[in-house]
């Protein structure tokens, strides 16, 4: 058994030093995704520490005039589109992944 080893290991050093750049590609690819995702990750964790308030709605234009109860409505809304949008953007995402 210890031969099988040796021998699998042996390949894959061979290959490995006959195919460097594939490799290279590989791993460069990797660490690209793995980038990518930790950049959503911090901007997604970034977003959920600034929670939307009723009362920070009422600095943006358009928002000024809007009772509380409104303005709740109004950031359920903006929650929910949030959440459409993100499902969207991974589900995109996956799609190139598989290509």
């Not at 990518?36 to 911090?42: A, G, P, Q, R, Y």
């Not at 234009?61 to 709740?72: D, P, W």
């Not at 903006?78 to 993100?86: G, N, R, T």
Request: charged share 30%; hydrophobic share 40%.
């Amino acid at each position: 058994m210890k031969k099988i080893h040796i021998i699998v290991l042996v390949i894959v050093v061979v290959i490995v030093i006959s195919f460097p750049s594939l490799f290279k590609d590989i791993l460069n690819k990797q660490t690209t995704e793995l980038n990518d995702n930790l950049s959503l990750t911090k901007k997604v964790k970034k977003c959920q520490q600034t929670e939307l308030t009723f009362e920070k709605l009422k600095t943006y234009k358009g928002f000024e005039n809007m009772s509380e109860e409104e303005s709740t409505k109004q950031i359920e809304a903006i929650k929910k589109m949030a959440k459409v949008m993100f499902h969207l953007y991974e589900n995109e995402q996956n799609k190139l992944k598989t290509i």
